[in-house]
Each structure stands twice: as structure tokens, then as C-alpha cells.
């Protein structure tokens, strides 16, 4: 990244900031880090999903510990202190619909990062380890999320423990042991609800920290851009207030009301009828199905008819994802100038969704077929496809500039048009 | 004049005292504390692990008494022990002949049927299904029992035998045989 040069903020000369600042420069840290920091001009509203993010985590930790305070982690108690949570206590149905609501709107708007992430190059380099931090969280808030499925005690709740947390027990020698571990028992039963309702609370934490690492990490070398080409120098960036944070919260509004239409109007279309009722460990419901932000997960789990090669074929397609700045063989970044790859990442879209789509469905017969074929699709993409379009294909010609193709490349109009980040 | 004791006074004790090798005194220290410091960091570690195991009081409530006066020929009963259920099958002829004829069959995980139960009459099994912990279905009689007349597994289609045993889908192993004994002709104790 060129260097900027600094220009503090009015605030900054106040005297009680300066004092506070010469302690703790949390003062300096925020207008180095949000307000005067540099970002690409060009950035589009896929570039919001990380602040959304952000939001659906706060919104998450705060309406989770508001249940919390009336939730009760027992296997007799559970079930009934949700209906309480939704029948008696003041606004309770509120806080429990945006917590349900929120853990999908969180996985939509993860995934739009991600795609994101994939569309426009960002896990290239020198964003690598920036790519890990997010794989973390996504692995950490899978967890955080299945654990807190479990937590109202249905059948749903309940079945899923069980199979998810059985899927250890498909590795040789130490998965029996790995599993009765996992439970605290023979079966999934009151250690294990204690153990999640624990974990739920401390997960999310634990993700918050990774957020700061991401973070981090995307300070280092700054936002990539739909263009996907480097910032030459200062008439390639804008201040990130009020510029950013005006999109941003302008995204926030429209997702917001997305999210209030589930809150409000709609509050168990994303979520399954079976767990409304009680845990029952003598029977299964005749149709198991995870939550639908796991379902391209299960539909590898279940494409193979080996129990062991389920499992490690659904772990490895995340796995996967932890190589793919290496497996991606092309130094272009942006699909914008890789036609080919373009074509490959619309068909992996397609490929994701079918995985979803067969992940709901019964394993046989059509589903099972379509779920098979897109699990091969799926590694060929990053194992196959990826490695040789970086060979083959002929990206075209890139920009030489971020500024060039918004301004019409004159450098002269440019530090007059965009208030650029100009020399003090 | 005699040189000053340059290991001492610039580096301090023990750093200086080099064996021909490079190695220090010091260098010892640190391996040997790091070591210490780890170990008890492992054991106490483990302390913490251990506890999300099984505890004593779980352990302890393992059995589970059963009266199979009441099931008559062709039904089945369920039974919770240690918190999973236990499928007790009355066996009729026809099925027992069933899962003797099926020794020789080509199963994914062989075991004569003589080996699963103590009586052959009763069939004693825990009801999870070996591939992901599911509960078959096959013990109400409007239940489907699977291609093979025993139970089937809806969650990802495992198809098990009159003996319990896997013969079609992911689950890897038969159902398996809990320890029970007979503590007289009509009453089972399992674990
Ligand atoms: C990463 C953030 C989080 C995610 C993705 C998440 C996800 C979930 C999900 C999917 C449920 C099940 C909702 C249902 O079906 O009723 C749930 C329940 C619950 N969560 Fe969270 N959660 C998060 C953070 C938290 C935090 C920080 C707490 C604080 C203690 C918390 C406390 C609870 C409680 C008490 C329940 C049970 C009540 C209920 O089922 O509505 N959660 N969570
Ligand atoms: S759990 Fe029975 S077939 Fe998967």
C-alpha cells in the first residue's frame, strides 16, 4: 500500500483527547483506523457484508445474553423455559425471534462475504492469512451455532446433537472415545446440554477476537477492491468517513428491515416445525435436517455411502478453502478480467446451491444423484479447475490504475474531483 | 596483570561458562524449566479434559432390569438404559431361521447369528444406529423393518436383518449387543 500522509482530525487537538491519548492512543487508534483511514474509492455494497457482519455479532451477543438470563440449561428444564422465555417474559418472544432470526441473517450475510472474497480475488496475496482469520470465524460460528440449536431442546435439537456430534465416532480407534467425551455420558443427555449452553456463551467471544485479528490483518494492506489491482497512490483512496461509514450504515437500513420482515412477519420460515417438539431419545423423526446453513454440508456428508469417507469429505471441504490462495494459480485477482473464471465461479454458485437444495431433501434416488455430482464439482472446482485456469486462461487487460477508469486516467482532474486523500 | 574474568562481569553467571560445543549452563535451565513448567501444564490440562468425560455418578446408574413375560412372539419392546434405547425382540421361528440362513450371506460386517444372542428367542440390541446414533425404525408393527424383515434407519437408509445386522446403507457395523444376562427365565438384566 503507498503511504498517506496523516491528517489527524479536528478532535484530536482537543486537550482532554490529548491527554487520554498520550496514555491509551484509543483516540488516535480510532481516526488512524476509521475515520481518516484510506480505502479504495471504488468499493462496491458487496464490500458491506463485513460491517454487517460485524453488526450480527454485537446483535447476537447482546440478545443472547438477554435470554440467557432467563434460560434454563437442563434437560428438564430447557424446552419449558423457551416457552416461557416465549410466553410470559416481557418482550421475551422479541429477543428469542431476533436471536433464531439473527444466527440465519448472520450465515447469509458471512456467505455473501465469502462469495465476495471468492468473486474478487481477496484471499490472494497478501491477504492470506486475512483469508484464514475469516475461515476461523465461519468454523467458529458453525460451532457457536450448532451448539446453540441445541439449546431449546426439541427434536430437532436433539437428533441433530446426535448425529453431529456421532459424526466423530467415524474416526478409527479414538472416535468411540472422542465421542463419549464430547457427551459426558452415554448418550447426549444433561452433561452435554450444560457443556454446549457453556460453550454457546463462550464461543461467540472467542469470535470476537478473531474479528479483531481480521482486522488486523486487512489494515496491514487495506481493503482489496472490485478491481482487484493495487492503490497506486492517493487519488486511488477516500477517507473512509464520512464515505464508508455513510454506505455502510445505508446498507445496514435496507438489511435491517430484511432482517425485521423475518423478525416480524415471518419468524419460522428459516426455522423447522420439529422443535417444537420435546427432546425424545427413544425416537427419531422420521426426517432429519440440520438448519439450512449447513444443509451443502450435509449433502457431502451423505453423497458418500462410507461412513468415514462422509465425514472427512464434509471436513475437507472446508478444509479445502484454507488452501485455495495456492490452489487459484492466477495472479489476476478480480473476476472482472478473468472471463473464464467467471463462467467457473457462477457454476460454483450453482453448485452450492444444488449441494443445499439436496441437503434438504431424502438421500436417494434424484437428490442423492444431484448431491453426488455436485460434491465432485465442488473439489474439482478448487482442485482441477483452479489450478489450471491460471495456466489457460488469458485474463484481459487490467486497469492501470483504480482511479484511471472511474476518471478517464488524467492525473491532473483527479486530486480536484474526489477530495482524494490529498497532501496536507 | 591478569585478565579481568570477562564472564562474570559482561554476562553474567552461568552464560559465560561455555562447553566447546556452544552450550551453556543456562541453556540447561531453560530446557529444564520449560520442561517442568509443560509437563505440569499437560497433567494439569488434562485435569480439565478428564472432567467432560463420563462422570462417576453417570457411570454408576448402568443397569437396567427387564420383564419379557409380556411380549409375546413376533413383538418388540423398547427400553432405555444408560439414556439410549434397548430393542427387545421376541423372535418368532420364521424369523430365526431367517437370520440363521443368513450366516452365509455376504455381510458388511459378518457375525453368525449364534454370536448375538443368548437364547434365540430373544434378541437383545441397542436401538442406535451405527452410522450417525439415529433410532431405527422396526419395533412398532406398523413400522417398516427394512428389506430385511428387521429394522430400518430413516435418517440415511441403513437396512438391518432379523439379527440386527447391517446389510445395506452407511451404518458400518450391526446393531450392537449390549451385556445382559438372565437373571431367570423371564427377567434380563442389562449392563
Ligand atoms: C455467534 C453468535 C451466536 C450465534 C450464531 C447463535 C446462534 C443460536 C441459535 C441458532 C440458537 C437456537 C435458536 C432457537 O432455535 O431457538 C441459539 C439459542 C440460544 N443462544 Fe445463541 N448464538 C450466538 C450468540 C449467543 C450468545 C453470546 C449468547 C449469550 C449467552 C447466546 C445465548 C443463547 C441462548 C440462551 C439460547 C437458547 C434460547 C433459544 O433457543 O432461543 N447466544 N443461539
Ligand atoms: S444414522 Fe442411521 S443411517 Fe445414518
Redesign the interface.
Known sequence: MAKYDYVPSPFMANSIVKWVDHRLPIFSMIDTQLIKYPAPRNLNYFWNFGSLAGVMLVIMILSGIFLAMNYNPSTAGAFDSVERIMRDVNYGWLIRYIHMNGASMFFIVVYIHMFRGLYYGSYKYPREILWWLGLLIFLAMMATAFMGYVLPWGQMSF?GA??I???F?AFPIVGESIV??????????N?TLN?FFALHYLLPFVIAGLVLLHLWALHVHGSNNPLGIDAKGPQDKIPFHPYYTAKDAFGLAVFLIFYGYFVFFSPYTLGHPDNWIPAN????P???VPEWYFLPFYAIL?AV????G?VLLMFGSIAILFLLPWLDTSRVRSARFRPVYKVFFWLFVVCCLALGWAGAMP??GVPLFVGQVATIWYFAHFLVILPLLGWFERPLPLPASIAEPILGGGRAGVMAAGKPMEKA | MAQPDSTTTAMGEGEGRKHPDGTTRRDFLYLASAAFAGTGAALTGWAFIHSMNPAADVLALASTEVNLQPIAPGQAITVTWRGKPVFVRHRTAEEIAKAKADDSAALPDPQPDSRRVQREQWLVLLGVCTHLGCVPLGQKPADSKGDYGGWFCPCHGSHYDTSGRIRRGPAPRNLEVPTYSFVNDSNIRIG
Open positions: 437428533w446426535t448425529v456430534t456421532n459424526l465416532s463419549l467425551w464430547l457427551w459426558g455420558g452415554f448418550s447426549v443427555d452433561p457443556r431419545p427413544l425416537v427419531t422420521p426426517h432429519i451423505r455411502p462410507d461412513k468415514l462422509g438421500a436417494e
